[in-house]
């Protein structure tokens, strides 16, 4: 069996990693709001209303 070998990040790609998680993040919720604010306009508020 061989060992496993890690790389070690420097601080500027943990920061630049970050970052780049933080920005996906942003990403994926802005295109919840997105997708929310399309249904409700497609379908109006009524959708909220149905019987369940």
């Known amino acids: 069996?061989?060992?496993i070998e890690y790389v070690a990040l420097t601080e500027r790609q943990k920061?630049?990693?970050r970052n780049r998680s933080i920005a996906i993040g942003l990403a994926l919720a802005a295109l919840v709001v997105i997708f929310y604010v399309?249904?409700?306009a497609k379908f109006g508020p009524a959708i909220?209303?149905?019987p369940m």
């Open 1 to 3: 069996m061989g060992e």
């Open 15 to 17: 920061k630049a990693r």
């Open 38 to 40: 399309a249904t409700i």
């Open 48 to 50: 909220l209303n149905r």
